[in-house]
């Protein structure tokens, strides 16, 4: 039997799987407005499967749990395996797969649609089953992209499973959830603002306000081009964000995440793993797609190196 000490930590991610439809447009379309697009491509993604893929390329041991289609979701689950994640949990149901259209405008920005589809049927029995496979230590990575989150996070924590929660999309649901049982909150401003019941306030005092509603969890907070701040009792750190040519952000802000957690994972002290995050998340913006632009850890590697 495996001891503590020689066993690696294991993720699993209970996420969200989506094909991507991406439409390239002018601008983003406004109400009663029919707009041509300039060019379509369908991608893998979702909020999950992303996530996954960048914490496999950080180096990290990824499981993927979730459901898609019986019949549309094969691809999803190829670019999962070619990324290195274990998609043995991720079930086949008759529901369509999760999809996304995404608007991108010339300047790199995008508005996105979800329809939830198979994301929405997890169940509890399912989350059961596939908890009782990991082990005290491990962690769970989450997002709100799926059904079954109260669960999984109740499931986890009495399991002595560690929790990484991003709260992403933010909805009503969010503030019912069991957010104190997280050991790892990720926000991004709107987020932020959303659970701390403010209007908008600058990032420090944004991130002021999280870790006094969580104070036993490490808290970041991720301001786009302004940076990203880790909090962790008496621990601050802020990250700038790296300058880049910026293509398509779709997906950074979970190249980011996936990023992050593989590194603290992976002993990498905060300062260290904000560090390699942001430099994923900047090499992501360069290019176009969401997991298709997340990048190889050598990547980041290389990268690190020439902006030290």
Same mark, same amino acid.
Request: proline fraction near 4%.
């Given at each position: 039997?495996?001891?503590?000490?020689?066993?690696?930590?294991? @993720?699993?991610?209970?996420?969200?799987?989506?094909?991507?439809?991406?439409?390239?447009?002018?601008?983003?379309?406004?109400?009663?407005?029919?707009l041509?697009?300039?060019q379509?491509?369908?991608? !893998?993604?979702?909020?999950?499967?992303?996530?996954?893929?960048?914490?496999?390329?950080?180096? %990290?041991?990824?499981?993927?749990?979730?459901?898609?289609?019986?019949?549309?979701?094969?691809?999803?689950? &190829?670019?999962?395996?070619?990324?290195?994640?274990?998609?043995?949990?991720?079930?086949?149901?008759? &529901?369509?797969?999760?999809?996304?259209?995404?608007?991108? /405008?010339?300047?790199?920005?995008?508005?996105?649609?979800?329809?939830?589809?198979?994301?929405?049927? @997890?169940?509890?029995?399912?989350?059961?089953?596939?908890?009782?496979?990991?082990a005290?230590? /491990?962690?769970?990575?989450?997002?709100?992209?799926?059904? !079954?989150?109260?669960?999984?996070?109740?499931?986890?924590?009495?399991?002595?499973?560690?929790?990484?929660?991003?709260?992403?999309?933010?909805?009503?649901?969010?503030?019912?959830?069991?957010?104190?049982l997280? /050991?790892?909150?990720?926000?991004?401003?709107?987020?932020?603002?959303? @659970?701390c019941?403010?209007?908008?306030?600058?990032?420090?005092?944004?991130?002021?306000?999280?870790?006094?509603?969580?104070?036993?969890?490490?808290?970041?907070?991720?301001?786009?081009?302004?940076?990203?701040?880790?909090?962790?009792g008496?621990?601050?750190?802020?990250?700038? $964000?790296?300058?880049?040519?910026?293509? /398509?952000?779709?997906?950074?802000?979970?190249?980011?995440?996936?990023?992050?957690?593989?590194?603290?994972?992976?002993?990498?002290?905060p !300062?260290? $793993?904000?560090?390699?995050?942001a430099a994923a998340? %900047?090499?992501?913006?360069?290019?176009?797609?969401? %997991?298709?632009?997340?990048?190889?850890? &050598?990547?980041?590697q290389?990268?690190?190196?020439?902006?030290?």
């Open positions: 039997m495996e001891t503590s000490e020689k066993r690696m930590v294991k @993720i699993l991610n209970f996420g969200s799987l989506n094909l991507d439809y991406t439409y390239d447009v002018p601008h983003f379309v406004t109400a009663g407005e029919t041509s697009s300039v379509m491509r369908a991608s !893998a993604g979702g909020k999950g499967l992303n996530q996954s893929i960048a914490a496999s390329r950080s180096g %990290a041991e990824i499981y993927h749990a979730g459901a898609v289609g019986q019949t549309d979701g094969g691809m999803l689950l &190829e670019v999962l395996q070619d990324a290195g994640v274990d998609t043995r949990w991720i079930a086949r149901v008759p &529901e369509a797969t999760g999809h996304a259209i995404i608007q991108r /405008d010339p300047a790199g920005q995008n508005c996105i649609l979800l329809f939830s589809g198979a994301n929405q049927t @997890i169940t509890a029995e399912q989350a059961r089953a596939v908890l009782g496979q990991f005290p230590g /491990d962690w769970l990575m989450l997002q709100n992209e799926i059904s !079954a989150v109260e669960q999984l996070m109740e499931l986890a924590h009495s399991m002595g499973i560690r929790i990484a929660f991003n709260p992403s999309p933010m909805t009503e649901a969010v503030r019912t959830y069991p957010l104190h997280a /050991d790892l909150l990720i926000f991004n401003e709107i987020e932020a603002a959303g @659970i019941g403010v209007e908008a306030c600058a990032g420090e005092q944004l991130l002021s306000l999280l870790g006094q509603r969580f104070p036993q969890s490490q808290v970041v907070l991720t301001l786009g081009g302004a940076g990203a701040w880790y909090l962790c008496e621990t601050t750190v802020f990250q700038p $964000a790296f300058s880049v040519p910026v293509t /398509d952000t779709t997906g950074a802000g979970d190249t980011f995440t996936g990023y992050l957690l593989g590194g603290l994972l992976q002993k990498l002290s !300062a260290e $793993a904000m560090r390699q995050a998340a %900047a090499l992501a913006v360069t290019r176009q797609g969401a %997991a298709g632009s997340i990048p190889e850890r &050598e990547e980041v290389r990268f690190l190196q020439q902006h030290s």
